[in-house]
């Protein structure tokens, strides 16, 4: 170890904790950091639609959303959306995987509150593994295993940042297929995020006969909309038949809510099940489910959750008032 090395341990070692945990990243594509970016700029804040957009699930999207608000790129609001800041458009006018995409991220990951320690690591120097993950626990005092998942995100961020530019085996040409696919994605989610908040402005009962239409759709036989209301009601009666052509019946409760749906209603509707001797439950909602709704539900095989990016899926793959288009975009239904 050089005598520059030992001073530079020595300073990290007295200053121990300083960092917050929560200021160094745990994303490691600055590619989904791009993409989520965009997305803002393009007005999509649904969570269930930017997490499908971007393919993660729900823990990885935080990680994402936070790793964008520590570069700088993207601002936390009070009401919990997120604004496009002065760099993140500025990003935004880059190429993707540019040397100037590559030079904005740079300079975000650089002025970043808690990436400073690592400026020369991101201007070139070589920095092992080992000492990128000792750096991390010394500065926050996380554990080896954590400052380890963390060390690989700033390799691979270092990876990205600092990657030789490609020479070129011909002109260079439009990736007019990626461009495509990126488009829709984006136009999917913008498109899933809209009839979302229509959804949410139906009046109940036209929101229970859509649902209802859906699970006909589904092959379910003897659909009927009862529209009960109160604890534990069931909205929609449907039959399900199995491949031995056995019958049985299921109960579908929607909730048109704009907040996630707690365990609670997972209960409530698990109790019908029993006490009305239902064989299987499909709750569906226009948000989404809290983690303990999610893990009540995994503990009852017979209950099935359908959020509002998933219902805005089953509506489109079975034509019920939307549907995917020629390239896979969603359309109205009634659309050519």
Known sequence: MTSSQSESQESLVKSARLHRTVDVPQADRLENIRQLIAATKEGIQHPAALRELLGVDERHFAYYRRAATILGLLADRDDGRLDLTDNGRALLGTKERSPEERRQFQAAIISARGLKPFQSFFEGEEVSFEEISYRLAQLTGL????????????MRWREYVRAPEAAL????????????????????????????????????????????????????????VTGRSGDGGVDVRAVRVDQWGHAAPIAVQVKRYSKSI???????????????????????????????????????????????????????????????????ELVLATSD
Do not use: C
């Open 262 to 328: 707690g365990r609670r209603t997972v209960d409530e509707l698990l109790g019908t099940i029993v006490r009305e001797r239902f064989v299987a439950g499909i709750l569906v909602t226009t948000s989404d489910f809290s983690k303990d709704a999610q893990k009540a539900a995994s503990l009852a095989p017979q209950i099935q959750l359908v959020n509002g990016a998933q219902l805005v899926d089953l509506l489109a793959e079975h034509g019920v008032a939307i549907a995917y288009g020629h390239y896979g």
């Open 143 to 154: 554990s080896k295993t954590t400052a380890d998942r963390r060390a690989q995100t700033l």
């Open 169 to 224: 085996a011909g002109p260079e040409l439009p990736n007019l297929t990626s461009q495509l696919a990126s488009l829709i994605a984006t136009h999917n989610a913008l498109a899933k995020q809209r009839y979302l908040e229509w959804l949410l402005k139906m009046e109940p009962a036209a929101f229970e006969n859509l649902v209802g239409q859906l699970v006909e759709a589904l092959n379910h036989r003897e659909v009927e």
